[in-house]
């Protein structure tokens, strides 16, 4: 029943991020008439809503992690959200480990860029006060939660773990006994 659970947030989690990638992440990469105006709109009054200055001017760094983000997981979010929708689904158990280490690892020095980066006030305004910048990593913890709870899922859940490990995980504890 636990499994189903963590699988139906990961669904959630895999579907949603397409939109959100192809119509918001991209945006930082793209040409902008590739946008019609509403999403434009969306993305700048994000920004401003909650002072992230990287979607609507992204330093190199930030522009690298969207280029892995288009490249390498988009392409892998479909795939996630059927499989996780079917549930227990053991071929996707190497994918989702790649997935979420990578994406763990990037939200790092996200995380610690909100934290600890002096942001200027021009051009785009960025989090000043501890609560603007807890505000901005409340938005982009989900995208470190999520991975860390799929990578503890696919690497300690017994529905995702081949028979031949179980057996041989079993086989040793009794010949410590």
Known sequence: MAIRVLEIIFFFYFASHIPITLFIDLQALLPADVYPEPLKDLL???????????????????????????????????????????????????????????VATTLIPILAHILLHQFPMKPHPGPQTPQERWLLVSIYAPYLLVPVLLLLTMLLSSTYSSPSRSAAASAKAKKKK
Not at 65 to 75: D, G, H, K
């Open 44 to 102: 700048r009054w994000y920004a401003e809503a909650f002072k992230d200055p990287m979607v609507l001017d992204p330093p190199e760094w930030f522009k690298s992690f969207i280029f892995c983000e288009a490249l390498l997981q988009t392409p892998f979010f479909p795939v996630a959200a059927y499989a996780f929708m079917k549930g227990g689904c053991k071929w996707i158990r190497t994918p989702a480990i790649l997935y979420s280490t990578h």
